[in-house]
C-alpha cells in the first residue's frame, strides 16, 4: 500500500509459477539455483531438464530451500526438454519460466516479468532484456523482428525507443502462460537447437495473443557457440512455414553467405561446410538432432 491510496492502488499479488532451466555441460546453473533460492518471489517448483546426464544432486541438495527435481534425459533438444519438464509439473500454477543454464538474474527480474503479467491477459509469453556483460548495460537481445524470409534481427535501441512492440523474444528466458503452452502443444521438437523460441512465438501470435518485452526486466546472458548447421537447416525449416519460397531463397542465401564470410575470416572451413550441410538436410525436411552429434543414454527422475 502506498501512503493514504484507496484499495484500488494497492499492487496486485503477483501470480505463481514454475521454472524449468535446460541444461547441457555447464556449470553456471548452480550459480542460477543459488540466485532462484533467493528470489524475492519464489516458484512453486523447479525443474531441470539435465541433457547431458552430469547434473551433480549433492551438489544443490543440501543448499536450498525450494525443492529441485531433476529429469535426466537422452539429450533430446533444448523443445523437447522444456516439454518434458513441463509434462511432470502438476501444479495450479498460472506460468512457466523457461531459463536456460547460464542465465543472470539482476535483481527484482523475475518479480517485473510476473508484473508485466498482470498488466494483460493477452500477453501470452513475455520475454526480459537480456543483457551480455556484468554490469548489466550492454542489451544482447530485446526481443526482435523478421525480415524478408522470416529472418529473425535483434530489435535496435530505436525500436525500443519508439515502443516498437517483437515478433519474438529469445528462448533464454521465456514467461508463458501456462494454458497458452498447453493450448498451442508446447514447443516444436522438430528444431532440436535454434528458432523453437521464434516457432512457439509465432504459434503464440497465431493462437491471438500477444509476445511482450519486459524491459524493466533484465537477466543476464553469455552467449554460446554459433552452430552454422543448425542455424541454416532451421532457418529453412522456419521459412518454409512462415514465409513464402522467395523468403525463404532469400533467408538461405543469406545464412550460406555468412558462413562463408564466416570460413573466410577465420581460415576454417567448418562454417561453410556446417551450412552446407544444414542447407542440404533443410531442403530434405530433415529434423532432430545432428546426425554427427552423439546423444546420451540414462531417462531417470529424481528429487534433489
Keep these: 500500500m502506498r501512503g493514504e491510496e484507496g484499495p484500488s492502488d494497492a499492487p496486485r499479488a503477483l501470480p505463481d509459477y514454475d521454472i524449468v532451466i535446460v541444461h547441457y555441460k555447464n556449470s553456471r546453473i548452480y550459480s542460477l539455483l543459488e540466485s532462484i533460492n533467493k528470489l524475492e518471489?519464489?516458484?512453486?517448483?523447479?525443474?531441470?531438464?539435465?541433457?547431458?546426464?552430469?547434473?551433480?544432486?549433492g551438489r544443490v541438495a543440501r543448499r536450498h530451500?525450494?525443492?529441485?527435481?531433476?529429469?535426466?534425459?537422452?539429450?533430446?533438444?533444448?523443445?523437447?526438454?522444456?516439454?518434458r519438464a513441463a509434462e511432470?509439473?502438476?501444479?495450479?500454477?498460472?506460468?512457466?519460466?523457461?531459463?536456460?543454464?547460464?542465465?543472470?538474474?539482476?535483481?527484482?527480474?523475475?518479480?517485473?516479468?510476473l508484473e508485466a503479467a498482470l498488466e494483460s491477459p493477452r500477453y501470452g509469453l513475455i520475454g526480459p532484456l537480456l543483457v551480455d556483460n556484468e554490469e548489466g548495460t550492454r542489451v544482447y537481445s530485446a526481443g526482435g523482428r523478421y525480415l524478408t524470409g522470416a529472418r529473425p534481427k535483434h530489435l535496435s535501441a530505436g525500436d525500443l525507443q519508439a515502443g516498437r512492440r517483437p515478433d519474438y523474444v529469445d528462448g533464454a528466458v521465456m514467461l508463458i502462460q501456462r494454458d497458452v503452452f498447453e493450448k498451442i502443444g508446447g514447443l516444436d521438437e522438430k528444431y532440436f537447437l535454434y528458432y523453437e523460441d521464434n516457432d512457439i512465438c509465432q504459434r503464440v501470435r497465431l493462437a491471438g495473443y500477444d509476445i511482450h518485452l519486459a524491459p524493466a526486466a533484465r537477466f543476464g546472458q553469455q552467449t554460446g557457440n554459433f552452430t552454422h548447421y543448425y542455424q541454416t537447416r532451421n532457418q529453412i525449416l522456419f521459412s518454409r512455414a512462415y514465409s513464402s519460397f522467395f523468403g525463404t531463397v532469400v533467408a538461405l542465401c543469406c545464412k550460406m553467405g555468412g558462413a562463408a564470410r564466416a570460413s573466410i575470416r577465420g581460415r576454417d572451413s567448418d562454417p561453410f561446410l556446417g551450412a552446407l550441410r544444414g542447407f542440404w538436410?533443410?531442403?530434405?525436411?530433415?529434423?532432430?538432432?545432428?546426425?554427427?552429434?552423439?546423444?546420451?543414454?540414462?531417462v531417470v527422475v529424481v528429487d534433489a
Design 65 to 83: 530451500d525450494i525443492p529441485i527435481d531433476v529429469l535426466r534425459l537422452d539429450n533430446p533438444g533444448y523443445a523437447s526438454a522444456i516439454n
Design 88 to 113: 511432470t509439473i502438476e501444479s495450479p500454477s498460472k506460468f512457466l519460466l523457461v531459463l536456460t543454464h547460464e542465465v543472470k538474474i539482476f535483481p527484482g527480474a523475475v518479480s517485473r516479468l
Design 41 to 57: 518471489v519464489s516458484p512453486a517448483r523447479v525443474v531441470v531438464a539435465d541433457n547431458s546426464g552430469d547434473f551433480d544432486t
Design 281 to 298: 538436410h533443410g531442403i530434405k525436411s530433415k529434423t532432430g538432432p545432428d546426425p554427427r552429434q552423439i546423444p546420451g543414454k540414462a
